[in-house]
């Protein structure tokens, strides 16, 4: 395994463990699947549930629950696709983002001792995360790029 390759595993690993850590912690009061999705919502903007769908590694029936019940929420709307009238367009209400809000700030709570506990130990750590936040926000604006969105080839891929 490369440096390089070490290095963006064990970033995804440890990422991926803190994520899941925040939110077993955190009273988020909306189940995790629906917060996950709000956030990709957030993220993508007016999206048809198959694109929804494909970009959450799901199946198309199984999201299309997941948004039926943020529509009964008042967390999504459908609003007709302007380029196919045959298919909507799943977007976030004020409400789903307000709840999305509510989400992000329970698991940023239940983090914040964490961080406190961390800067006590060792004062200089709050640089150091605030540096590694700044790098994670340039990786994704370089994945956001057009050129990134192909699929790397790998040994698991090739």
Same mark, same amino acid.
């Given at each position: 395994?490369?440096?390089?390759?070490?290095?963006?595993?064990?970033?995804?690993?440890?990422?991926?463990?803190?994520?899941?850590?925040?939110?077993?912690?955190?009273?988020?009061?909306?189940?995790?699947?629906?917060?996950?999705?709000?956030?990709? !919502?957030?993220? !993508?903007?007016?999206?048809?549930?198959?694109?929804?769908?494909?970009?959450?590694?799901?199946?198309?029936?199984?999201?299309?629950?997941?948004?039926?019940?943020?529509?009964?929420?008042?967390?999504?709307?459908?609003?007709?696709?302007?380029?196919?009238?045959?298919?909507?367009?799943?977007?976030?209400?004020?409400?789903?983002?307000?709840?999305?809000?509510?989400?992000?700030?329970?698991?940023?709570?239940?983090?914040? /001792?964490?961080?406190?506990?961390?800067?006590?130990?060792?004062?200089?750590?709050?640089?150091?995360?605030?540096?590694?936040?700044?790098?994670?926000?340039?990786?994704?604006?370089?994945?956001?790029? /057009?050129?990134?969105?192909?699929?790397?080839?790998?040994?698991?891929?090739?």
């Amino acid at each position: 395994m490369t440096i390089t390759l070490r290095l963006g595993n064990d970033l995804l690993r440890h990422a991926a463990r803190l994520n899941r850590w925040a939110s077993r912690h955190a009273s988020l009061g909306v189940p995790f699947a629906q917060a996950r999705l709000l956030a990709l !919502l957030e993220e !993508l903007g007016p999206t048809r549930v198959g694109d929804l769908a494909q970009a959450d590694n799901s199946s198309q029936p199984a999201l299309t629950v997941c948004v039926q019940r943020l529509e009964a929420a008042g967390w999504v709307q459908r609003e007709g696709d302007p380029r196919d009238a045959r298919a909507s367009l799943v977007s976030l209400t004020r409400a789903g983002r307000e709840a999305l809000t509510e989400v992000r700030q329970a698991r940023a709570a239940v983090l914040q /001792p964490v961080l406190d506990e961390l800067e006590r130990r060792d004062p200089a750590a709050r640089e150091r995360v605030e540096a590694a936040v700044a790098v994670i926000a340039d990786l994704l604006d370089i994945s956001a790029h /057009p050129d990134m969105s192909r699929p790397a080839t790998t040994p698991t891929n090739r």
